[in-house]
DNA sequence: GATGAATGAGAGTTCATTCAT
DNA sequence: AATGAATGAACTCTCATTCAT
């Protein structure tokens, strides 16, 4: 039996644990694993993860939480440091915002389940919960974009935020192929079939901005 | 038990029942339904069923398909009526396209399922030569837009295009609640809380074609 | 693969195999043995079990009812042969009876769980179907009852039936052991401590019925 | 952390704490709660159910011997006043009996469940002692009914007074039906199909007192 | 003596797919 | 060609009990 988590810090620690697995997990296998395996990851039982969370989706709404939060973190920064006007601003915030999208191998893949597995079998209160506070969350992002781009009022800021996410998640699922099937392509020599993310979300974001900027 | 369909034409139309099933399932269920549902709506057996599909997600990719070609069969038409410049175009092809995806119910939900449900158990050959389609004909849509708006290089049209498509998916689940939330909403009086697909659709794509204008 | 039951026969008597099986092993385990057991003991899956019960609680069900089924069916013979008067009948009865509960090995220790277990996990109507089901064999045989002894209303025949019933299913819980503890008395020499369920079964029917016939 | 009982009566206290908290809840919840409901009822922890329990069932077993010492007490007194001779007395002591009955709203429906889930859990020496002390108390009991009635031998007292526990056991269980399924027959306005367990083991009781009285 | 974190066996059910008829 | 009976892997979650603190 692992030591008992007993301090709060403890428990937090335990908590990041469970996560932590099922991060390395969900990369490994590509969807959702087992509250089984995450158990035997983190070297505890399975009846201990129903300690800390209530259902298995609610670890991975944990995850992407906090993927989220660190990615609203550093966009803030990311924003103060744009430079002036707009429109000189899209082509740093989009190499600036894939950086930071690169930073968690888990975030996009996690997205692209959200809609489709996660909302099935979330409570309702709790998926409300989280889909309101990512609103939220494109809010107070909007509304420091209005701030250093007056030109934007803080409504049409947060539409631009709201924009690009969705541009995000739409690039991502339309470009992403999955892991095997990628394999299959380079195999071939065909790689150049596919579109590739990175380029199209920075040259997409461009141009949303850009539209943005002439208004 | 149903006549056998032995001519090739019974054989399509049995299909095509079996997908007119699914559809209407899908509808009403709100998530994939079961193999025997649609066996049963069809007024078949279950194993009839793997007679005309290989699995159950390809009865879908099935129904997908045929939602897409209608709608860029539509959308070729559309783009043919836009108006000149490109700058102008942008609003007429928003409404137009957001016209064309009301007419398939099953579309947009059904393309929110694909990258997270459909591609686990779709074969790969088979997921690659949806995917490979799809890219082809925004290609092939895409150089009918060069054609139309000179300005546009045919990669950027089809790139432009892309990129619409990624934005239609990525609002779709953005602003999508499950209906069952939307009911509580609703019943809380908190609907204004959510992003209308359609208004942010539109403002997006406004946008997006008016930074590619300018280019 | 087992060969598939097609005809209604074949469902018929593999729907009694599981019931078999399940029998057996009930007896074997001294409670509700898991459906994978029961599974395994027919040599059939576990998936084929929910073809022919909607829920492990239901087989036992079923194999109450043809318990019960076999016993009213024989104490209706028993009845026909009753000795006149009423009070001469108490004993034949108790005798008779008795012995037709010893031909079901599995009658009274269902019947002990039933309460308690199963109606935990039956749903509302077929626990409401069965218990409706028994009321009214015992009405039928309490009118068979009345026939025979005409100084009984078809009432209190019914009535007496009741309490013949309530009486062998309070002794039986009453009187009986778990059989380990039996087989630890009995190694003690202390099995006199224990009342014998025949033995008290009969006496107590005896008084009722006497008390009965002296009304 | 409530204070430690160090005191003998301070455990003895929070034993019986513990067993209210059983009873109050068992009455709820129309089964046996979980130990953690129990805990927390009491405002202690779930570990400390255990200092003072072998197990769940224990609770139980001891709410029940709880229940037993009162009636058993009760019906010495209730013994005493039957009026003379024994034909006359069925009548008194089932009305008596069912007074005394309705007095513990636990013990009937635990009863129910001694059989079926308790055996199975209990420790088998806890088990029979549990049965050995009803047997003595009924025992007991009959010597004082015998020296009332002197025309029963101290065995057939005993004896008639188990087969009116037995009659209790199997006529609750038989009548009851789970709260739900009679709040369904009271909407459905079949109430009446149900039998009156009062009135049934009233009419039983006498019946069978009066066959005893014959003999 | 009290705590409550950790345990982990245990079980029921669904449903896409296969394949004997 | 159609059938539908059989399959069986997959997976979540509960909760009585233990034991380190």
Redesign the pocket.
């Known amino acids: 039996?692992?030591?008992?988590?007993?301090s709060a810090e403890?428990?937090q620690q335990?908590r990041a644990d469970f996560i932590a697995s099922a991060r390395r997990l969900f990369l490994q296998q590509q969807r959702?694993p087992?509250?089984?395996d995450i158990a035997a990851d983190t070297?505890?039982?399975?009846?201990?993860v129903?300690?800390?969370f209530q259902?298995?989706e609610q670890i991975f709404l944990a995850l992407l939480t906090q993927d989220f939060a660190e990615l609203f973190t550093a966009l803030e920064r990311l924003i103060e440091q744009l430079p002036q006007p707009l429109s000189e601003a899209a082509e740093p915030f989009a190499d600036g915002y894939l950086k930071l999208l690169q930073q968690s191998a888990t975030l996009l893949p996690l997205l692209a389940l959200l809609n489709a597995v996660l909302e099935q079998n979330l409570p309702q209160p709790q998926l409300l919960a989280f889909k309101q506070q990512l609103a939220q969350a494109l809010d107070t992002l909007g509304g420091k974009l209005a701030v250093r781009f007056t030109q934007l009022s803080p409504a049409s800021a947060s539409q631009l935020l709201l924009h690009s996410y969705a541009l995000t998640l739409g690039l991502y699922q339309s470009t992403q192929l999955p892991a095997a099937v990628q394999t299959l392509l380079q195999q071939a020599g065909l790689a150049q079939l596919q579109w590739d993310f990175t380029a199209e979300l920075t040259a997409a974001l461009c141009r949303l901005w850009w539209g943005a900027a002439q208004e």
């Open positions: 039996m692992k030591q008992n988590a007993i403890a428990k335990r959702l087992a509250v089984a070297g505890l039982a399975k009846g201990t129903y300690r800390y259902s298995k």
